[in-house]
């Protein structure tokens, strides 16, 4: 275990002076002002603040596009990806279409079986669509949270007489000249393609898509289809834009912040999908006081798992059918296979570590693991390589990648990393040091995937350590916490959490982690696995909580906590959930 160290936010006192004066709460003043924020008008969450799809790059034309499609008639299909990004971009492309025009039997879908088809908008995916409708072939597929490095499948579709547009929020290919290469589709929506100058580059596939049908909408208005009166509502898809934004772990810039507070408005006041309700109801979750972290860690891993382990066709359904029966039926099945993935991933946990203690073991004479992680074990399952691979990088903090042995017998690798290792990039100095090794490689810098030869991996593996060798500084492999320190006595209580809880947190603006001097009066363990304490802080006692941790505390530790509330047995009480102790 890499042992943090604990540091704390640096809190601009004009910026922070500044929100308090317009009315921000102080504590709520201090965090935004440690988070970048300057002023109250950035936490304006109005849909009018959002910014316009005109500066999306390929969004007026994506629009012109689909109004031509709709006007026409003709087939669409959504091409989809396996992850809730995907489900939640496939559902608001397949329910936003309907609203603006096109019949339903009309817009079809596919997604790819993770296990046969692998990612993307590959050839075999284009004769899929086209088998699922043999008398009345698509005229437009359109890819969400996928196909901008679908070279071979845009050429396969194109060729066969097929339009396509692309809605992807990935990094493009990098072709054997280093440069970027894009698909030659009729459209490219996507804030990460050359020359486009959208401020947030951090639009998660469902934003993008989300992004293409305000475009849509402009364009139909301009043909004089509606005002803005009587246009379709389309902010009754924010809820599927908030839970696939949060799942995706994109950061939470200004204009996603805005996105997803919208969604959770909608979501406490009851206005939301039924699939997004019978979720709720499966995961034991109230949508009444809904937060960030119900769609990362309750409803997002439900839908990824049917990703991860069945077919996400489950998952899609559920966030598409308007019967509440059916969605509590999706929804329970969706539950069962999320239990399924739990256990798979515990087994592949505890085989990921006794193979990592035989890496630290040779590693014994240096002291230290070796700056990048690669492992791979033949009973490792395809589906949850990546929740692995996560759970060891936050471990050792360490660039990691674990790899499992796909259906046509390669390796199928997903990898998460540090602050200061960007991991596509790093794939891509792999592939030119070593051509060949890679079959296929793409993602974003803290998360890619690879496809390669087993005969390769042991190349790969040290082909990777090299490149985090000569890119990692020592201090960069220790971690750091960042925590926005002592908490003042007055917020320990219940208003505080709720006041917490109702701001919207993640990726790039995190909730608030504090961090006291305390001392350690009982601990004790709870599950076998839970370190369950009671503490003096300041004079006064305090219930305390350390998941996941079995080690016993010194009796006068540094924590770094966030608070919140245990529910049991009717009665609530204060709590801190330790993070990290020293």
């Not at 206005?271 to 949508?287: C, H, P």
């Not at 839908?303 to 019967?323: Q, Y």
Request: proline share 5%; net charge negative; with cysteine.
């Amino acid at each position: 275990m890499n042992t943090p160290s604990l540091s704390v936010r640096d809190v601009p006192p004009r910026a922070a002076f500044a929100l308090e004066q317009a009315g921000v709460h102080p504590l709520l003043a201090r965090l935004f002002a440690s988070r970048g924020v300057k002023s109250a008008t950035e936490l304006d969450d109005g849909l009018n603040r959002l910014l316009a799809p005109s500066g999306l790059k390929g969004a007026v034309e994506a629009g012109a596009l689909l109004a031509d499609a709709i006007a026409a008639g003709q087939p669409i299909c959504i091409v989809a990806d396996y992850d809730c990004d995907g489900a939640t971009a496939c559902a608001v492309a397949l329910r936003g279409l309907v609203m603006l025009g096109a019949a339903p039997a009309n817009v079809g879908y596919v997604v790819p079986d993770r296990a046969v088809h692998g990612y993307g908008l590959t050839p075999a995916i284009v004769d899929l669509a086209i088998a699922r409708q043999p008398g009345d072939p698509p005229a437009l597929l359109v890819t969400v949270d996928n196909g901008i490095a679908s070279i071979a499948g845009v050429a396969h579709a194109r060729a066969l007489g097929l339009r396509v547009l692309v809605t992807d929020h990935h990094l493009p290919a990098l072709g054997a000249d280093g440069e970027i290469e894009l698909p030659a589709a009729d459209v490219i929506v996507n804030p990460s393609q050359p020359g486009c100058s959208f401020e947030s580059k951090s639009l998660a596939g469902v934003g993008v898509m989300f992004y293409v049908l305000l475009a849509l909408r402009a364009e139909q208005r301009s043909r004089g289809q509606y005002d803005a009166a009587s246009q379709p509502r389309l902010d009754a898809l924010l809820d599927l834009v908030a839970l696939g934004t949060v799942a995706d772990v994109v950061r939470l810039d200004g204009n996603n912040r805005r996105l997803v507070a919208q969604g959770l408005k909608r979501v406490r006041a009851g206005r939301m999908q039924a699939g997004v309700a019978a979720l709720f109801v499966a995961a034991g979750r109230s949508f009444e006081q809904a937060a960030g972290f119900d769609f990362g860690f309750a409803l997002g891993p439900r839908i990824n798992a049917a990703g991860r382990l069945s077919d996400m066709t489950l998952g899609i359904e559920c966030l598409t059918t308007d019967d509440p029966a059916r969605a509590a039926e999706l929804a329970g099945q969706l539950d069962a296979i999320n239990r399924e993935r739990r256990v798979v991933e515990a087994d592949m946990r505890e085989q990921a570590e006794r193979l990592l203690e035989q890496v630290l073991a040779r590693q014994a004479d240096s002291g230290a693991a070796p700056p990048a992680l690669v492992l791979f074990d033949p009973e490792f399952h395809e589906g949850v390589v990546g929740i692995v691979a996560g759970r060891l990088k936050d471990q050792l903090h360490r660039p990691t990648f674990v790899l499992a042995r796909g259906q046509d017998g390669l390796l199928k690798g997903s990898g998460r990393s540090i602050a200061g290792f960007h991991l596509r990039d790093a794939l891509d100095l792999v592939s030119k040091r070593h051509p060949g090794v890679l079959r296929r490689f793409g993602g974003h810098a803290m998360a890619a995937g690879c496809t390669l030869d087993e005969a390769d991996l042991a190349t790969f593996a040290a082909a990777l350590q090299q490149v985090a060798t000569e890119w990692l500084q020592p201090e960069a492999l220790n971690r750091c916490l960042t925590t926005d320190g002592p908490l003042g006595l007055e917020y320990f209580n219940a208003a505080t959490v709720a006041k917490l809880d109702a701001q919207v947190w993640g990726q790039g603006f995190e909730a608030p982690l504090f961090c006291d001097e305390v001392d350690v009066l009982t601990q004790r363990l709870v599950g076998d696995k839970h370190l369950k304490l009671r503490l003096r802080h300041a004079g006064q006692l305090r219930d305390a909580i350390w998941f996941g941790h079995v080690e016993p505390l010194a009796p006068r530790v540094r924590l770094a906590y966030r608070l919140n509330l245990n529910e049991f047995q009717g009665q609530q009480r204060l709590q801190m959930v330790v993070e990290a102790a020293l």
